[in-house]
Each structure stands twice: as C-alpha cells, then as structure tokens.
C-alpha cells in the first residue's frame, strides 16, 4: 500500500523511508513519522479495541494523551504492549501488533459485547453473577478476565538495561513548547542551571503543529534558533525524549528518558534512565489537551481531537481524512477548517456548537463515513474533527495534593495559587494562556521571576512577536437528543448515559462516579475524559463546575516502566552482596553460600564423595567435637566502645552487669528492648578500663548499633563514651575442638602465652599472630568446645584463614559453615534468631535470673509486665523423639505445633511449637529446641510435635535445652 | 524529602531512618512510684499530630548523629532540623 | 431494589430509567441509638451487622467526606487470613467465612476472588516461620499448604528461580485467600444498611464529642449536634486526629502506604504473590491492572502521597522477583494514611468514657478484616463485651504486656 494520505509540508525526512508491519502488513513511512501517523499516512483507520465493547477504535489524539491507539511494539522479550502509537516514533522494521482482539482486529468475536451494550450499563457487574456463589470463580470471573486487559507481557525476563541518574539544577522548565523556551532562555542567559524537559522527540511543543510566525519567521525555524542558543549554553542541558512524571518533597521532581525505544539497532544503552532531579525551583509549562465532545457515536475510527488532526497535517504531512467535518465550540474550529483546505482536504463542513443547534449522529463502523443531522440532512465524511476546548496540563500541580481552580472564561481548570507550592511556577498553556503571544510572554515573565528568587539579574529580554487573537469559548459538553451513546472515556467504554445513571444510583461524588463507572481510570488517566465528564455530571445535577468538584491527579503524568524504577537492581544485582575477606578461599574450598542478610556466608563445605548436605554437615560436626573446626564469624556485629563511662553505659544496654566486668575478660550479655522483650545477645569483651568490643548477632548488627547511638545520644548525652561500628575492620574466626588450644599455639607469637592457666574460659586479649600481625583473641564458645575467637584486621583475614588450615592439618583440622555451626548450638540449647524472634522475653529463653535486680537498664520496667510474667508462658526447652529406631519417621520439624497425647489438633490445643531443629551426629537422634507452656516444670513429660502441612506427628520427650555437656565442662579444658 | 543536616548539610532523607515522636528522649525515671505507668505512657501513647511534629531520625548512611526534626506530617514542609543530642541536653538530659 | 441478572435485563429494556440511588441520602435526627463514626468499610459494616442483628434500633452512619472514599477506596485489595498469634487468626478466619458468604448475603458482587496467596520464604529461618504459621492457620480451622520450589515452578513459572540474589525456596500458600473489589464492598455494605434503616449521612464531619461526668451522649458535627446512647468511632487513619477530641491519645501512629497499579495486561498472574526478599506484594486486578505495594513510607504523615525511595524500593523487588514485569507500565501511585499502632495489631473496645467505642489501628490490613470487625464493633456496641473473635484488641494489652506482635518488632509503628 502507498501513503494515500501522505501530503507536502511536515517536519518529517521524506529522504528516508522507513518499512514497518502492523498486524503483519507491510507499511511505509519516513523519518521522523511516529506510529500513528505513519498509519495515517497510510489511510488506516481502524487501530484498536475498546476495553469493554471491544468497539472499533482509531488514533484518536497526536500526543501522550492517546486513550485508543495502544499497540504491541516489539518482538520476543522485547515486545512491549500498551505502547501510545502517538508517540512511539517509528524505525525500520518495527513490529507493531494490535490488540484487545481475537482472532482479529477486523474481526473481534469479543465484539458481540457491544450488541449486549444496553445491559451491560455502568456497574452491572455489581449486581450480577452472583449465583451459585462457586460460579465467580470458576466460570464467570475467567471470562471477564480473559476478555478485560489491554496488551498481554511476553512472560520472559525484560531483556534490557536500565539506569538511574541524579541531577541538580536551579530551575527545571518542564516543557519545550514557547512558554518553557522562553522561561529556559531567560534563565539560561542569567546563568541559572536550567534543565529542560520535554516528552517529546523535538523541541517546541505545540509550535511544531501550528502554522504560525514569531518575528515574522515560520515557528519552526523560531524553535530551531532558540534550541541551539539554548545548547550552546553550558549552563543548560536539554533533556528530549524525557517526561517529568512526578513532584515530590522538597523540590525532588521524578522524570524518566527514553534513549533506545526509537532504534531500530537496541545497543547495549540502557533502554531508559530514570532520574531524580533536585531543582530549587521549577516553572511548568507543560501546555494544553485539547478534549472532545460528547456526541452520539464520537469513538468511530476517524473521531479525532481538531488539534491532533492540524498536528497529522502540519508536523507531518499526513491527512487524517480527504472529508472532514469540523466540530468545535470554540475559535480553533476555523483555524483547524483552514488548515485542512490548505492542505488539501476538503472540509465538508464546519459545525460550530455556538452557532448551530442541529443534532447529528456520526455514521460508520469500522470507520467514519458520514454525520446525518436530525432533520435528515446527510454529510458525507472520514474524519471528524472536534474540539471541545482546551485543558491545561496541571496534572504536576496536583502531585502534592494541590486542588486546581475553575475558570469560567476559558471553561478549563488552571492551577489554583494554593496549589502551587512556593517553589513551582507555571506559565503558558499550562495556566490557561493559550495564545502564542501570552505563551511567550509568560514564558519569559517565569524566567525573570526565577532570575530573580534565586538572586541573579535576568537581563531585558525583547519578546518575539506572536499571534495574540483571543480564545473564545461557550461550553458545550454533549450533544443531546441523539440515538446513539456518546464516549466520554473511550478507552474505558465509558459514555455519558453511564455517568448520569451513576448518578442515579446516588453515585453523585466524582470521587464515587469515577470509581464505579471507572471514568477517567484508563491508561490515559483521565486526560481524554475527566473534565467533559464531570461537565456532564454537573450538568446532570444542575450544579456548577467547582460545586460538583475534580479528581486530582496522582502520579506518575504519564506511565512509566517499572523496569526503570528498578533501575540496575535486578537478577543478582537485586541487592549488594556483602562477603568476608576468606570468601574466595571458602569459594575454592567448594563451600556452598547461604545469604544472612546481605552476607554471603559459607553454609557448609561438601567434600568428594559426599552425596547429600547431612553427610557434609554431620562429619564437620564430629569432626569438631572430636578434634577441631574452623568457621568463619567475621559477619557478627562489632561495636567499639570507648569512653570513661563506657562501662556504666553498657550496665544500662543490658540486662546484667558488665561495670564490673573485669580487663581482659569477655562476658556474655543480654539486651531488651525498652519494651522488655529480647533485642540481641552477645558477648562484650574488656580490653582496658575504658575500652570494650561487643558483639552482637550478624542480623541485628544495625538495628544494635543504631540503638546504642540513640541511648548515648538522646537519652545519655553527657556520658563520655564514644561508639563505633568495626563489623568490616575485623576478620574473625572461631576455632573450635578439643585440640583447638593446640592449633592456635601454632600460630599465636610465643611471646603471648594462651595456656589454660594464662588464657582461661571468657579470657580476651590482645596479641600477635603469625610473627607480628595485630589480633584479638577471645576465649568464647558457642558450640561448646574448647573454643576461641581470633580477629584480624580485615585485610589479613585471608591469608589468616590459610594459615589456620595449613597448621590444622596434623589434626585434621576442618572447616565448617553455618549449618555446622547451627547444629552444635543447638546441641548446646543456645538461643539464636528462631529463638530471639522478638516475641520472647528473658525469662521465656531461660535466662531470667540474668535480669539485674539492683541496676536500671534498657527495658526493665516494661519486662515486669503482667503479660510477659505469666506462669502459663512459653518457655524454652529441649525435644528429644521418643523412638530413635529410625531416623526417618522420628524426623522433627521446625515450626511444629506441641500438643498434648489424645488431644485433637486445634488451636486450643496447641501448647507452643519448634523453633529451631536438628540431626545431632553427636547424639544420633533428632533434637529441638522449642516453646513450651509451663515448659520449665515439664521436663520428661511426653508431647506430640506436630506438623499438618508436612503431615509430621512425633512423640517427643521434653528435656533440658543443654543436650551435650550440660555443665560446661569441656569450655574449661 | 531532604534533609538539611545541620552539620553535613542537605541530604536525602534515604540516608536515614525514622524512628518516631522525639518524647522518646524523655526516657522516664525509673525510680518513679508510677514508673509503670509513665513507662507505658512514653512507649506506647503518642499524639500523633497533624501538623507540626518533633521526631527524631538517625542518619544511618551518614554520619550517624540522631537529628531532632520540625517536620509538618500534613504537608511534610521542614521547619528546623538540630542534632538530638543538643536537644537532649537542652531539655534535661544528662547522663 | 433486588439485583439480578433478571433484573439488569428488565432495566435495560426500560431504558435503565428504573434503577433507584442505593442508598438514602436522609438528614440526621436529633437522636439516635447508635452513632457509628466514620463511613469507610469498618463503618458501614459495623452499622449494617447492628442493624441486621438488633432490629429496631436507630443508627446512623456519619461520614465527614463521601461514604467508602478513604482506605476502603484506596487498598490492594487483598483478603487472607494467614496470621500467626492466638489473637490474630481465630478472627481473621472469621473475617474470611464472611468474606465467603458475602456477596448472596448482600445482594452485591463484590467480586470476591478466591485466587489464593502465596508467601514466599527464602531462607531457612524464614521456611520455619511459615511452618509455624502454615500450622497455626490450620489448627483454628483456616487453610494453608507449604509449596516446595518444585511446586511453586509449577504454580509461577515466571517467577526467577535461576539468578536471583535471593533463591526462592518455597511458599506458604492460603488458596481460599485472594481479593475484593473494594469499593463495592463499602458500597454493598452501604446499601445492605440502607435497607435495614441505617441512616447514612455523608459530608457530615464530627467537630467534637459531648463528654459529661465521664458519659459521652452525642457528637457536634457539621449538620448540628447529634445525640446517641452509644458513640462508635471507625475512622483508621485519622483515628488520633478524631480521637483526639475526646481528649484521648492513643498507641497509634499515621503512616503512609503508597500503592501501585500498571496498565492494563491480559492475565499473567493467578493470585496474590509477596515476597520475602524484599518489600513486593501483587495481584492483578479483574481489569488486567497489576495492583502492587511494599512497605510504608515509615514516617508519620497525613498526607496521603508518598516519595520516591519507596516507589523504587517495591519496584525493584518486583523486578526481582518477576523480571518479565519489567515492561508493563506503572499507571498510578497513590497514598493512603494508615492507623500503625504499637504492636501491630488492630483496637476494638469501649474507652475510659462510658458510651464511647473505638475502632482502629489497623496498621496497612484493615481491608480483609471489614467484615468481621463489623460484625465484634456491632456486638461491642451491642453487649459491652468483646466479640470471641476479637478478645485481645484491648487497650489495655498495651498496659498489661498482652502485645499481639506478629513479626517480634517491638513499639516501633514504622516496623510493623
């Protein structure tokens, strides 16, 4: 097919045709064409489905505000839906599919819809299918699902890149069209830092669709010559292609580039960047929509905004129709006729609603053919050219809950003053000033206000001549007496019946209109629809305009993809990835990683031969207990504390003493929360009289600090003390076994002597290692061996690891990970993160007589609370399965609920649960750790664990949470 | 939001936590006959205001200082921001 | 006016000019029975459970603003009953068995979709907290089934298995979870009160409260004083603010909760999936939209908008979890201000003044619970004594050291 519709004149580069398909037809445009009015150019008018009626719709506007012209642009992973055809900008060998429509767009079945139209008025849907009530799901809701939905997603992983920048300015001017190039230019030339912003794919605004002079030159030569006084300057940067789409606190405003949507070769730029731009001020000069009229049948292909239908001509040469009717309320409706004549169309009629009180309906399905007025009288026609006046781009006025002002003059809502915060301007179109002239003007009054609030001299600047003729209007919203229904929201299938018999049902709030006939809630956001509709529902009510209200606008302007809110952080890039500095060299060890939190820790270090992780976890468990092991604890929380009253501070953070605590000395702690439940557990190690090191869980390990800084620094302040997070600064390791005191010696410098009698249980000190290297050494165990922490500065932490494992292997020294490590703290009945959960208090984990009577501290006034003294609480303690013969069917499950024998599963039966379970090599038997009601007095009692997702049910004993060693012994060696 | 951070300058509240209602530095005495009661009180009750509010934020990703902030919870417009420490101080609390 | 399809097809024929406003539009009276404060969801079907159960009784519904328009108009839409604590799942299974009877019950299709929620774990720790919880919800009768990877792979293949930062290990799924067009429930509940003689009186805002020697007899509003034997307050969200002018200060916090919806999609995805790596929760909606949240902005506000780090926050995890959403278009974002109270739990009791109720704290959940919190407001209001489902939304938890804490964060509303 050749461009039918293809004229002279336009902005477009005729010396590059461009090849594209929609659904699957070969077309034609050029350089420069966007989607739809390439289509145009081609003479095609059916585009589209509308969502409810599956109507036969066309390109119904030139811009963003598109409600009808949504199409699938791209192939595979890239295939992009509810792509605006309007603005898509064409490339060679685009793909561009239809949708909403099965098995064709020609041909919809869906379209039955529409003969069903009379009951399927506004909100049917709430007052059916609702019998039987197991229909909804499984009959009537699929189907409204299936025929709903605009595009459909490929379903695979969004194959491209994305970006995120941050930009700093003095004044960003959203908009390019004259207002925005006049606020830019004089901004710019008093030095300000100015960012302009525009959606478009060329500078200029509506200048570009209108043939108009500024000095006696075409406008379009007019926006060329500002946009390259504008790029020379260093202190302005024009951002195309680029929406705002949001305002938000203190001058951050949210916008969004497109960089590759519009390349037929897709590189390796990420396809958009989004940015946060910090402006001290912003002047909005965003323009007009120009809004249709409600008149019988105004959604058939060929109904077009009047302004799209100049922008088709002028910008790019293509005619929306060869028979044009004009319908307009307003002074453009003569501008548009003269521009359709000049271009060689002819006009068949022009209908100006201030004028004419003929009724007409529109003819045609697929496509416009003609208007037949009430009397009769036909007119023949293929495109239908409306304006229904014109409304101001305010929606980013109305970002930070601003409510807009009605003017009654130009029958449009502007910017109300209140709406405006202090430092956002707006000029133009955009505050209801629709001639060039006023645009320009304002434009440049805007810029020299700027100047001016952020100190500079705006320099005079002389004002381009411009067309000024007054816009003149009469409201008229909808056309009465007429057959057919009249669209308000075309893309919702929303018509003006729909909103009067809302309003019928008492649904007489726009807020309630809008939702239940969904006016305005389409992907256009009201842009095609709000006024006209609320014109409609106030005339419907005998109100005013301002009596009956607006909706105001949320976020984003127009939608954007969540592909560029994610930015960069997708796939494994999700989050940071924290390691330790022995990563590599557990990596090389073949260790599998576990994720606790941010860490990446080794969660155990399988060796040849072993088939499943319980294999690998029980050998590095006996291999521990029965000589030693090595893990890696750098990944625990480690807080400096120094001060003069850095001993008295800590006596307040926990529970226990620690003033006293003496140097050279470890100590384990308890922290509550103010509210007197269990915040983290640690130890705290003495180094001097005013300096000690605490350790804290590796999850807690910012929530502890934080907390710390807020007690020192807004309930203590006078207490010197200082406080420091050294988490990164240490590489850490325990070293746990029998021999593990025998392994150290090799490594720590003779001159430190960590025998029994000289490094005792709970000792700490500073030493060397390895011929000199700084460490801290920590008599500490949590798998309840002999055991010692050794810290490193980070940077030796690998090497130390090495050296650790080479003079480990006359004992056959292994390495263990988290697993390992969870199963012999278990063994040993410590709490840990299933246990501190936040819902449990000291005396719960067993640790109740740790609470200090004689001190304050963190929480102790609230843990005498009735509620978490109850006698009937749940308390921690062992599990051990009755039967042991096999260890499959006695396999216990964390999360079980405990009841009681002969008791039915219920919530009221149910007498605490599983926290925490594992094989134990050590004692060849499941073991648990639990809260049980009354669990302290119950110990060799029997209870069911009980697992109805799993469909577990073990007898188990209760015991003593302490399964190996229960006294510590084997800590003292 | 950004936070003009009275050492540091302006910053974007990201760098920061909240935590809540800046009474939280008025930790009662514990000594009190009705430190229950007062305990509950300062834990648990809050005025909530719509309007001007004192709260207090930790800048986490900063320097770590805990700000005292005069924040608008209708309009989130920043009154004042001060160190909580010289807050704390100013207002009785010692050590 | 009964619905039906019967009586759809009869309307059209007559051109539609039969359908009748479903609800009144009456002036208040000088006195009433019961005062229920605030015409939002909990509200309204406070108001319509007492006027089904206590026949005779006068109540009226006063609504500062237009009926259902605060966070019953502006939710994700999500019912489940998928808690934990003893105090939480007894009655939010509760509020689930009505949700299943709801719409015959009301003549309304609030098009309740039984789509399922799947939660997805992602550590070990996580997996056994799902356990529990999975095993809670069954013991007080709900419903819950722990999937493996396998399963999920099945269920979700879109979601990523294979790179992710956080490997998804399984989910814990509730299949008689899913959703509620939300504004059609206040609605349903509206028009279910209007027929029972509620009188529900929009643009009616409630200036001050008439307190004398400890009783609470009426309410100042902007129509005139209003007096009543029984004043219930239902207003979550402004509950401080309106709280405030019965001189009470309550364990809540305003917060803001921002929510998302795309464009338009064919269906993609088949319930409610959250995620447990990062702040994401999703559904699509019956209109192809894919409605979508995370967390609260996590400082107090009233202003019903939030900001950006929020917004990239729940979009990066959404990206994370289902990379092939990347392409749909975020249409909308909204605000609504949410009661956080301290633990994390909702309120439901009488207060220190004698004929003054309350009814708050609902913290982001308070949509899936409409229903039963109307029916134990209605039957406090009624009896004086706690609903058996609700028993442990008292004041006094606070005091006492009751705390309904389901995630163990402690007082801190921003946590929750």
């Known amino acids: ?973 | 939001m950004i936070i003009v951070h009275p050492l540091l300058g302006p910053r974007d509240a990201q760098e920061f936590t909240y935590l809540g209602d800046a009474s939280l530095i008025h930790r009662p005495d514990p000594k009190a006959d009705d430190a229950a009661e007062n305990f509950y009180e300062y834990l648990y009750q809050r005025d909530n205001l719509a309007g001007e509010h004192r709260e207090l934020w930790f800048h986490e990703q900063g320097d770590r200082s805990w700000l005292v902030i005069k924040r608008n919870t209708l309009t989130h417009d920043i009154l004042s921001v001060e160190l909580a420490s010289d807050v704390a101080r100013r207002e009785g609390r010692s050590k | 006016m009964r619905h039906s399809a019967f009586q759809i097809f009869k309307q059209a024929l007559r051109g539609h000019a039969g359908w009748k406003p479903i609800w009144r539009s009456p002036d208040p009276k000088p006195h009433y029975d019961y005062i229920i404060v605030g015409g939002g969801g909990h509200g309204l079907a406070t108001a319509y459970y007492l006027a089904k159960k206590y026949q005779g009784v006068n109540i009226a519904v006063l609504e500062k603003n237009w009926l259902g328009c605060g966070n019953v108009a502006r939710n994700t839409t999500i019912i489940r009953s998928n808690y934990l604590l003893d105090g939480n799942e007894p009655f939010y299974e509760h509020s689930m068995k009505l949700w299943e009877g709801l719409e015959q019950e009301l003549n309304y299709n609030a098009m309740i979709s039984q789509r399922g929620i799947i939660n997805l774990f992602h550590t070990d720790p996580q997996r056994d907290a799902s356990v529990r919880r999975g095993n809670a919800m069954c013991l007080n009768g709900a419903d819950a089934v722990l999937l493996s990877q396998e399963e999920l792979r099945k269920k979700c293949p879109f979601l990523n298995f294979d790179n992710a930062r956080f490997p998804i290990l399984g989910g814990l799924w509730q299949p008689r979870a899913g959703t509620a067009r939300h504004d059609a429930v206040a609605w349903g509940y509206a028009r279910g009160a209007d027929q029972h003689g509620v009188d529900i009186i929009q643009n009616c805002e409630v200036t001050g409260f008439l307190i004398s020697g400890g009783i609470c007899t009426g309410v100042e509003t902007t129509r005139g004083q209003i007096r009543a034997k029984k004043i219930g307050v239902a207003v979550a969200g402004s509950s401080s603010r309106v709280m405030a002018k019965a001189g009470m200060r309550l364990p809540i916090e305003s917060h803001v909760l921002q929510a998302f919806v795309s464009e338009g999609l064919k269906p993609i995805i088949p319930g409610v999936i959250t995620f447990g790596a990062g702040h994401f929760y999703v559904s699509q909606s019956n209109k192809g939209g894919l409605v979508f949240g995370g967390d609260i902005d996590g400082y107090n506000t009233y202003a019903q908008r939030g900001n950006l780090p929020v917004v990239e926050d729940v979009c990066e995890g959404g990206v994370a979890l289902m990379p092939m959403i990347g392409r749909a278009r975020l249409l909308r974002m909204w605000g609504g201000c949410v009661d956080m109270s301290m633990d994390g739990s909702p309120i439901i009791d009488k207060t220190h003044i004698e004929g003054l109720y309350f009814n708050g704290g609902w913290c982001y959940g308070g949509f899936k619970a409409t229903p039963a919190s109307g029916v134990a407001f209605a039957h406090l209001l009624a009896t004086n004594t706690p609903h058996g489902t609700a028993k442990a939304y008292r004041f006094d938890r606070f005091s006492r050291g009751f705390l309904i804490d389901e995630k163990g964060v402690g007082a801190q509303p921003n946590l929750h």
């Not at chain 1, 049902?505 to 807020?511: D, I």
């Not at chain 1, 029965?626 to 480690?638: A, H, Y």
Request: proline letters at 4%.
């Open chain 1, 1 to 973: 097919m050749t461009q039918t519709h293809r004229v002279g004149g336009g902005h477009i580069d005729r010396s590059q045709p461009v090849e594209f398909t929609f659904d699957g037809k070969k077309y034609q445009g050029f350089s420069g064409d966007t989607v739809a009015s390439a289509l145009i150019a081609n003479g095609v008018k059916l585009v589209g489905r509308s969502f409810k009626y599956h109507r036969p719709r066309g390109i119904f506007s030139a811009g963003s505000d598109e409600p009808n012209a949504l199409m699938t642009i791209g192939e595979g992973a890239r295939a992009t839906p509810n792509t605006r055809a309007t603005i898509a900008e064409l490339y060679e060998g685009m793909t561009v599919q239809s949708q909403n429509r099965f098995p064709s767009l020609n041909f919809d079945v869906m379209a039955v819809n529409d003969l069903l139209a009379p009951f399927l008025s506004a909100g049917f849907y709430y007052k059916t299918f609702m019998w039987p009530a197991s229909f909804w799901e499984k009959l009537y809701e699929p189907i409204i699902r299936r025929a709903a939905g605009l595009g459909a997603l490929s379903g695979e992983p969004d194959p491209d890149q994305y970006d995120k920048g941050f930009l700093h300015c003095d004044v960003l001017v959203i908009g390019a069209g004259s207002a925005g190039l006049m606020t830019a230019l004089v901004a710019g030339r008093a030095g300000l830092r100015v960012i302009l912003a525009d959606e478009d794919f060329q500078m200029g605004g509506r200048l570009l669709s209108e043939l108009e002079q500024i000095n006696g030159d075409t406008a379009l030569a007019w926006t060329m010559q500002i946009t390259a006084e504008l790029s020379s300057m260093p202190n302005v940067r024009l951002m195309g292609r680029t929406t705002v789409y949001g305002v938000f606190d203190h001058g951050i405003y949210g916008a969004v580039t497109r960089n590759t949507d519009h390349l037929a070769v897709k590189t390796k730029k990420p396809r958009e960047t989004l940015w946060r731009i910090y402006a001290k001020r912003s002047v909005l000069a965003s323009g007009a929509t120009e809004r249709s009229i409600a008149l019988s049948n105004n959604d058939r292909p060929g109904v077009m905004l009047a302004s799209a239908v100049r922008t088709y001509a002028n910008r790019f040469g293509a005619l929306c129709g060869k028979r044009v009717v004009v319908v307009s309320n307003n002074s453009d409706g003569l501008r548009t006729a003269n521009i359709l004549k000049a271009s060689g169309a002819e006009v068949s009629a022009v209908i100006d609603t201030r004028l004419s009180e003929n009724s007409f309906d529109i003819r045609g399905r697929k496509a416009v053919r003609a208007i037949r007025f009430s009397d009769g009288r036909k007119v023949d026609a293929d495109c239908i050219a409306i304006s229904g006046g014109w409304n101001p781009n305010i929606q980013l006025t109305c970002h930070k809950r601003g409510r807009p002002l009605w003017r009654d003059d130009i029958a449009a809502f502007v910017p109300s003053k209140d709406a405006l915060t202090a430092d956002m301007d707006v000029a133009g179109a955009a505050n209801g000033s629709f001639s060039t002239h006023q645009c320009l003007q304002e434009g440049a009054q805007a810029g020299a206000r700027a100047v001016q609030a952020l100190g500079k001299n705006a320099a005079a600047i002389d004002l381009p001549q411009a067309d000024d003729a007054p816009f003149e209007i009469t409201p008229f919203w909808e056309m009465k007496g007429c057959k057919g229904s009249a669209w308000v929201d075309p893309q919702n299938d929303v018509t003006a019946k729909d909103i009067k018999l809302a309003a019928q049902e008492g649904f007489k709030s726009v807020e309630l209109l809008k939702r239940y006939t969904t006016l305005g809630m389409a992907t256009d956001q009201g842009k095609a629809s709000n006024v006209l509709g609320l014109a409609i529902l106030a005339d419907h009510l005998s109100q005013t305009i301002p009596e009956t209200g607006t909706t105001i606008s949320r976020p984003p302007y127009t939608p954007v993809s969540i592909s560029a809110f994610a930015g960069a952080s997708r796939f494994e890039h999700f989050r940071p990835v924290r390691k330790t500095p022995s990563h590599n060299w557990a990596q090389g060890q073949g260790a599998v990683f576990v994720s606790a939190g941010l860490w990446q820790r080794a969660q155990y270090f399988p060796r040849p031969g072993e088939t499943h992780w319980r294999q690998t976890v029980d050998r590095e468990v006996v291999a521990t207990r029965s000589s030693v092991g090595i893990c890696d604890v750098t990944t625990l929380g480690k807080i400096d504390i120094q001060g003069p009253d850095a001993g008295a501070f800590l006596n307040r953070i926990y529970v226990n003493a620690f003033a006293k605590l003496v140097v050279g000395k470890c100590r384990y702690g308890l922290m509550l929360r103010e509210d007197g439940f269990a915040m983290d557990d640690g130890t705290v190690a003495r180094f001097s009289d005013t300096h000690f090191v605490m350790t804290t869980t590796t999850a807690n390990a910012v929530s502890v600090y934080r907390h710390l800084e807020f007690c020192r620094q807004c309930l203590w302040p006078n207490m010197d003390v200082k406080l420091i997070s050294v988490t990164d600064q240490w590489a850490q390791y325990a070293i746990a076994g029998p021999n593990a005191r025998k392994l150290l010696q090799k490594i720590v410098d003779k001159e430190h002597d960590v025998s029994n009698e000289a490094f005792s249980y709970m000792a700490c000190g500073e030493i060397t290692v390895c011929g000199g290297i700084r460490a801290r050494l920590f008599r500490l165990s949590f798998s309840g061996e002999l055991a010692y922490e050794l810290g490193v500065p980070a940077r030796y932490g690998d090497s130390l690891i090495k050296a650790l494992m080479s003079v480990g292997e006359e004992f056959n020294a292994v390495p263990y990970g988290t697993e390992a490590l969870g199963v012999m703290r278990i063994e040993k009945g410590h709490a840990a993160g299933n246990e501190l959960n936040g819902q449990t208090t000291a005396k719960h984990l067993g640790m109740g007589r740790m609470l200090a009577k004689k001190k304050d501290f963190i929480g102790k006034t609230l843990s005498e609370r009735e509620g978490l003294n109850a006698e009937d609480g749940l308390y921690l303690v062992g599990f051990k399965p009755v039967s042991r013969a096999d260890t499959q069917t006695d396999a216990l499950a964390s999360g079980a609920h405990l009841i009681g024998q002969g008791k039915s599963d219920t919530a009221e039966n149910s007498e605490g649960y599983l926290s925490s379970v594992a094989y134990s090599p050590s004692l060849k038997s499941y073991i648990g750790l639990g809260f049980l009601k009354r669990g302290q007095e119950r110990i060799g009692q029997e209870i069911r664990a009980v697992d109805l997702l799993r469909g577990t049910d073990v007898l188990v004993t209760v015991c003593s949470a302490h399964f190996i060693d229960p006294k510590g012994e084997r800590l003292r060696v």
